[in-house]
């Protein structure tokens, strides 16, 4: 493994001495020769920090593609730290995005309006469910769809980018806007 990487670095200071743009077919022949050495560990590392294997391989994808689209040598002259530092960039962002996720989440959110203490729970439970109605009537077709079927059928949101034919990127971000669109609406309404 040490020979593997001196190698590696070798071959960064040798193209970092030229300082020109690399091929795309070198390029190329880099990060496939840097996969095969060490995908396995840039997987073991990613699982560790996401705690899920399936997006320790969308960040691993993700980030030799960003090594592929580099164009000066230079910027290669440790090939295998730049890889994991932009892994670890990915999958930083990944567990933020998680967290707004899970902060937003849309049961978290209903579950809040259907378990309000008091004797007007009902009452206001109506007229809050009446204001998100309206809300969701005011979104596009798809938005709405997408955010009905996650919230109030309870499919995934793989389940529904296969059934609507989109990316899971689209509808987890129909699902945020219908739920940002809903909390203005009460916000308005609470205010008003």
């Known amino acids: 493994m040490q020979a593997v990487a001196n190698a590696v670095v070798n071959e960064g200071q040798r193209e970092t001495a030229d300082s020109t743009p690399l091929d795309a077919k070198a390029r190329s022949e880099m990060v496939r020769r840097l996969f095969q050495e060490h995908n396995r560990a840039l997987i073991g590392f990613l699982v560790a920090r996401l705690q899920s294997e399936a997006e320790a391989h969308d960040v691993a994808q993700e980030a030799y593609v ?21 892994a670890g960039n990915l999958a930083i962002d990944r567990l ?17 309006l259907l378990t309000r203490p008091g004797p007007d729970r009902t009452a206001i439970a109506q007229q809050e469910m009446g204001i998100i109605k309206q809300a969701l009537r005011e979104l596009p077709e798809k938005c709405r769809r997408a955010f009905m079927l996650h919230v ?34 009460l916000d308005e309404a609470e205010k008003g």
């Open 96 to 112: 933020r995005q998680r967290q707004v996720r899970e902060r937003n989440s849309p049961q978290d959110f209903f579950e809040d």
């Open 152 to 185: 109030f059928a309870g499919h995934s949101v793989q389940e529904i980018a296969a059934q609507m034919n989109l990316t899971d990127r689209m509808i987890r971000h129909y699902v945020a806007r219908a739920m940002a669109t809903c909390r203005q609406r």
């Open 66 to 86: 960003r090594l592929l689209q580099l164009e000066q040598a230079s910027a290669v002259s440790f090939l295998r730290a730049h890889l994991f530092t932009i």
